[in-house]
């Protein structure tokens, strides 16, 4: 049974960086996608970027990219979302989710989320 647990949130000023961790453990990721989502309230879930566990390609939505980098370190099973110039939209609770095969739609792993919180 694989556990996610995030860390790295926090208040950053708008046009300043933040990184998110996913620590993974319970089990091996080989051919998993590991997501980042975001909300916030009112809101829906958003997708943020993904990456694929063994091949590390990517994927981002429109309003991250350039901007926020998804990376994960297989030694340390962790997954990272580094966040640049960021503005007051990126503020939301982040959550790291888990699917077992890119071919699978339902996230079966989530981490209990963190605040990411962007003054002006």
């Known amino acids: 049974q694989v556990q996610l647990a995030e860390s790295g949130g926090g208040l950053v000023q708008a046009g300043g960086s933040l990184r998110l961790s996913c620590a993974a453990s319970g089990g091996t990721l080989r051919g998993f996608v590991m997501t980042w989502f975001r909300r916030t309230p009112g809101k829906e879930r958003e997708f943020v970027a993904s990456?694929?566990?063994?091949?590390?390609?990517?994927v981002y939505a429109d309003s991250v990219k350039g901007r926020f980098t998804i990376s994960r370190d297989t030694a340390e099973n962790t997954v990272y979302l580094q966040m640049n110039s960021m503005t007051l939209e990126d503020t939301a609770v982040y959550y790291c989710?888990?699917?077992?095969?890119?071919?699978?739609?339902?996230?079966?792993?989530w981490g209990q989320g963190t605040q990411v919180t962007v003054s002006s």
């Open positions: 990456i694929r566990w063994t091949v590390g390609s990517t």
């Open positions: 989710a888990a699917k077992t095969s890119v071919f699978t739609a339902q996230y079966s792993y």
